[in-house]
């Protein structure tokens, strides 16, 4: 699927990341630092930040086959290069998402038997999660700002200066 209605794919998918990568990685960390939250969003927000790591190389796909049937283009090649780290922060969020989850699970005894997996009492491990988590979700959202502004100046910059 590189076209919908005649339009590249691309410029579609990549508004789903540009809202749902962010979505994960301000979760990531609300769920992180906030047991209220973590009660009630750590699920879903794992299930989201999955399906982010799901789109990004769908995405990214699209957008190498747009890339191809372009002129050659400095700013586009930019963007290429600083799309490709997408699914670095998507699999980092995830990753998180999936043990702040985890480890509400352990701690909340919802488990048959209680089990000691990512030691969900320590409070030092939860601190180190916790730092981590919002260190990542900060990176996420840099990273995904990073590539909407290089994507929308490849864009935009001939529009812009009257090309």
Do not use: C, F
């Not at 990685?25 to 769920?31: D, E, I, K, R, W």
């Not at 730092?131 to 100046?153: H, L, Q």
């Amino acid at each position: 699927m590189q076209t919908v209605n005649g339009l590249p794919a691309h410029v579609l998918l990549v508004h789903a990341i540009v809202v749902l990568l962010p979505l994960a990685a301000v979760l990531l960390a609300l769920t992180a630092i906030w047991p209220a939250a973590r009660r009630r969003l750590a699920g879903p927000n794992a299930i989201l930040a999955l399906l982010v790591v799901v789109l990004v190389p769908i995405t990214t796909s699209a957008g190498e086959w747009l890339e191809h049937r372009l002129a050659p283009n400095a700013l586009i090649s930019r963007h290429a290069e600083l799309g490709d780290t997408a699914i670095y922060a998507a699999v980092a969020v995830a990753v998180l998402a999936l043990i702040v989850w985890w480890r509400n699970r352990e701690a909340s005894g919802r488990t048959p038997a209680k089990r000691p997996y990512l030691a969900p009492s320590s409070g030092v491990v939860s601190t180190v999660v916790t730092v981590i988590a919002v260190v990542v979700a900060g990176v996420a959202v840099y990273d995904v700002v990073r590539i909407g502004d290089s994507g929308a100046k490849a864009s935009w910059s001939d529009w812009a200066t009257g090309s």
